[in-house]
């Protein structure tokens, strides 16, 4: 089926019209690329709480060891990892020697070179340091503290996001419940004290870094959809570290008006909580974060700081419902390690996920036992999504409005994402020879 014959089954037959470019009925703008106050697309709203609940009486600080590398031998048990690492690596070796597009020693060095910068990183290390790298303080350079209105700083932090690399960027009061209780074996507390610091027991944060800074970045989708080989893998090890430079640049940003920054990209707390509470899109069924522009092709990082911020809202923009009904992420999982429920629960699965807050709760150490088997990792479910299309195209637009507007029609659409072919393993040997823009990022027209 084209997309002439789509427009005409889905636009015509189920008796929703299209004019102007836009779905009759809806009190729809004239283009579907203006955006809505929040900067994002016109058909996203916004809400006082997030779509999925949370249970006050139960959500609390996570331990950061019950996550699933910590969960993971506890899981399994010894004896059946090192099986599952001995499978792993001999399979390398014989991918190696059959010379298998994805798995090649250019595919494999692609994969680890991405890298690069996020191994500089780490919990108040590197580029995630919690005290001043280079920039030039206020108090350096003998002038006060930047004063401007929460509104005007908000747009500031905003400006600064985007020039240091980030895909959308949201603000939000921070819920202390999404920070973790425990990181590298020592307690994470919040004391009234001027700057952020470690000793041997504890790290400690202000007690007045009050606002997070949820920020994404975006993945190339060209690279992802060769997943689970290599080139699919190097798409989020290059996101990995194009986080660790955007949170070091705005987190040095921050110091140099003169309040305090501590970023974080997956350590410390929840970077996808944060996202939800910040307006960045909503929790899916893979229990990760789909935004309405990119939807599940993103990572994730955040910025804590004292720094007083105009806040953004949680969003609504129909996810939810069409998760119910999608199912493609758990179809395609190679794993099963998704939930196949027609209903998000409050019933957690394991230790590696944070009681308390409504999802569709994945089996995370079978997701990883597979990731070792495969040798490069996988985001097929990711790749599967129907949220994973190019920002810059129409008929994407059209649908994810119509989606948003009248759920009665997700199921229709799931097929014919299907039916187009989306989501579908693409050519590991071919993507050498795409000659992609910066980053292996294309948003031009066109099939996803």
Known sequence: M??????????????V?????????LNTPASSSHLNKGGHP?????????KLAIDDKVYSRFNSRKNVFG???????????KELMRRSEAKRIEYY???????????????????????MGGLNRGTRSWKRISVMTPELREVQ???????EAAQLIKAAARYFGAATVGTTYLDRRHIHSRERGKRIVFEPVKQPYENKEKLVIPDDCNYAISLSVQMSLENIQCSPTAIGSAGSSLGYSRCEFLVAGLAEFIRGLGYVAIPSVNDLGSSVAIAVDAGLGE???TNRLITPEFGPMVRLAKVLTNMELALDKPIDFGLMEFCKVCKRCAEACPAKCLSFDDEPSLNV??????PGHQAWFEDSPQCLAYWRESTSGCSICLAVCPWSKKDKTMIHDIVKATSAKIPALNGFFTHMDEAFGYGRQKSAKKWWSLNLPEYGIDTTQGKG
């Open 2 to 15: 084209n997309r002439r014959d789509f427009f005409k089954l889905g636009f015509g037959g189920t008796g």
């Open 97 to 119: 020697k059959e010379n298998r597009p994805g798995y090649r020693l250019e595919d494999r060095a692609l994969a680890d070179a991405g890298w690069v910068i996020s191994r």
């Open 17 to 25: 019209m299209v004019g102007g470019g836009m779905v009759s009925g």
């Open 283 to 285: 929790l899916g069924r």
């Open 42 to 50: 016109w058909w996203v709203e916004t809400t006082l709480n997030p």
């Open 71 to 81: 969960s993971f031998t506890r899981y399994y048990g010894l004896k059946k990892q």
């Open 349 to 354: 699965k394991g230790e590696w996920n944070n």
């Open 145 to 151: 503290k930047y004063s401007g209105s929460p509104e």
